[in-house]
């Protein structure tokens, strides 16, 4: 008897004691069966409506010394799991296939047609990019590129939750200076205005609906919210938003108007309000790429301080592609010009970020970095400059799919900001990392 024999034979024990009782007494004869007999007596039992007897022979299959059983095993148990429109499951059962062999178009595309099913329209194109990087026959190209053109998702409700750990270096984004020089004398500053460092609870989640106005239209309401919490309130960062919108999708383009509002509080009290109308551009762009364009207006109200209150206008244009079934990269350009009752206040901004990731087996890496320049309309009466200011900002992190539980996989990032500031008030340094969980797909 070979290894692999030996291995499947009590893997599948260990399988069929979950399976029920009328299967239990064909054990012994079962354990004997060759790999090829045992997919054949789980597509039975499938068949049959017995799927958890099917999924716990294809799970001890997958589990199989032989890369091509596994792959077998993990193709047949998403596809089952997919027809019982358990598509989360499924994703994940996909996903760890193509951890062991990226190049495998078919999957990658079963993996694209689920996560489209689950709402995540988002990944579902990244993986149909990274899909067709491999190379596909002709064939199969025409029909991914027609998905491609009606990719939308067919979930009317969805959302997602992430929550983390945050160790940060500087919670409040401010100055290590204990005095700021001014017009009129140095100005001592409190211990809640210079640089904090802290312990937080990330928390960040969104949820949407889809309705579907006509053929090529679709309604979407779409609520949101992101928390930092620390035990010190007073640096507590909540922001909540909720925007109305309309897709409007034909051939290889998607555009999407809506109109939004945002609430944000600092230390639990009401710190700006937004009201916002935006128009996002998706145009595919070859076989590996897409182009998003963005355009947005609104109109902020500052809380704490009327001065700052103004319209803000941005515009940001971001091209994706895919390097490799394994890798893509993303390049945006921004810029952004606020108003302000003071013109002290008063800005324009401008920049580019780099991003790209890469999977490693079963961890998914990414590394970004960004650059920001930013001037002020005019100097503040206290300080007698205006602002003129360099950002350099880096992240790195990774997602480890291995340790996934319940479609859920943790996660670790890190971040660096340097904003080199005219102003000794703007001026700061920054470190924080973030370890918690997210959806591992």
Request: with cysteine.
């Amino acid at each position: 008897m070979t290894q692999s024999s030996v291995w499947r034979k009590g893997l599948i024990a260990v399988a069929l004691s979950a399976a029920p009782q009328m299967l239990l007494g064909q054990g012994q004869r079962l354990t004997g069966l060759s790999a090829s007999q045992l997919f054949e007596l789980a597509d039975q039992q499938a068949r049959a409506d017995h799927p958890r007897v099917a999924i716990s022979i294809y799970e001890a299959l997958a589990r199989d010394p032989e890369l091509e059983i596994r792959s077998e095993a993990r193709f047949r148990e998403g596809m089952l799991l997919s027809s019982l429109k358990r598509y989360r499951e499924a994703a994940v059962v996909f996903r760890r296939l193509l951890d062991e062999k990226p190049d495998a178009a078919r999957v990658r595309l079963e993996l694209a047609r689920v996560l489209a099913l689950i709402g995540d329209e988002g990944a579902a194109r990244r993986e149909l990019r990274q899909a067709q990087a491999t190379g596909l026959p002709p064939q199969v190209a025409a029909a991914v590129g027609q998905f491609d053109q009606a990719l939308r998702s067919h979930k009317p409700f969805g959302g997602t939750v992430e929550v983390g750990l945050a160790p940060d270096s500087n919670i409040n984004r401010a100055t290590q200076s204990r005095t700021l020089d001014t017009i009129i004398a140095p100005l001592t500053l409190s211990s809640d205005a210079r640089q904090q460092p802290g312990l937080g609870v990330h928390l960040s989640g969104q949820a949407y609906a889809k309705f579907r106005i006509c053929g090529t239209v679709v309604f979407v309401p779409r609520v949101a919210s992101v928390a930092t919490l620390y035990r010190k309130r007073s640096f507590n960062d909540v922001s909540s938003s909720a925007s109305l919108g309309l897709e409007w999708q034909r051939h290889r383009d998607r555009i999407t108007p809506s109109l939004g509002e945002t609430w944000r509080w600092y230390g639990g009290k009401s710190y700006a309000r937004t009201d916002a109308i935006a128009v996002d551009w998706l145009r595919a762009v070859g076989d590996r790429a897409q182009l998003v364009m963005s355009a947005s207006a609104s109109r902020a109200d500052y809380k704490l301080n009327d001065l700052q209150d103004g319209f803000i206008f941005a515009l940001s244009a971001s091209v994706e592609k895919a390097l490799s079934s394994r890798a893509g990269i993303s390049l945006t350009a921004f810029g952004d010009r606020q108003t302000a009752r003071d013109p002290g206040y008063a800005t324009a901004r401008g920049g580019f970020s780099l991003l790209g990731w890469r999977e490693t087996g079963r961890t998914t890496l990414f590394a970004a970095g960004s650059i920001q320049r930013t001037e002020g309309d005019a100097a503040l009466i206290l300080f007698g400059d205006r602002r003129r200011e360099w950002l350099f900002s880096a992240r790195a992190g990774a997602t480890f799919r291995h340790l996934t539980i319940h479609g859920l996989a943790p996660y670790v990032r890190l971040n660096f900001e340097r904003n080199r500031s005219s102003l000794q008030l703007y001026d700061y340094r920054r470190i924080a990392a973030e370890f918690g969980v997210t959806r591992a797909f």
